[in-house]
Nanobody, 125 residues
Framework: VQLQASGGGLVQAGGSLRLSCTAS????????IAWYRQAPGKEREGVSC???????SYADSVKGRFTISSDSAKNTVYLQMNGLKPEDTAAYYC????????????????????WGQGTQVTVSS
């Protein structure tokens, strides 16, 4: 059972990246999936989440620029990031919680059942 995050890289400000979070060993259909990020010297912060029923949530800092979506057939959740800014630079992690509750991007210790290993996003100015 694991989550595999991928798709990070180096991009210029204003550019785009699409992150993928692929689950193995369980179906994302019954899980809330969230993306978090952590920059060096800063606390982890929630970016976006997707509820098993399709509800979404975004941090104010990414609203209008990032879009979360899923592909059940591929057991994958995506984070499309457009209009990237240098302040988006961070390691991005995905996490999965088995629940039918609305998803949250709050940082809650012990909330998630699984975490991915992180993928680095670097935005140059």
């Amino acid at each position: 059972v694991q989550l595999q995050a991928s798709g990070g890289g180096l991009v210029q400000a204003g550019g785009s990246l699409r992150l993928s979070c692929t689950a193995s060993g369980f179906s994302i259909d019954h899980y809330n999936i969230a993306w978090y990020r952590q920059a060096p010297g800063k606390e982890r912060e929630g970016v976006s989440c997707l509820n098993s029923g399709g509800q979404t949530s975004y941090a104010d800092s990414v609203k209008g620029r990032f879009t979360i979506s899923s592909d059940s057939a591929k057991n994958t959740v995506y984070l499309q990031m457009n209009g990237l800014k240098p302040e988006d630079t961070a390691a991005y992690y995905c996490a999965a919680e088995y629940t039918f509750n609305p998803c949250t991007i709050m940082v809650v210790s012990g909330l998630y059942d699984y975490w991915g290993q992180g993928t680095q996003v670097t935005v140059s100015s």
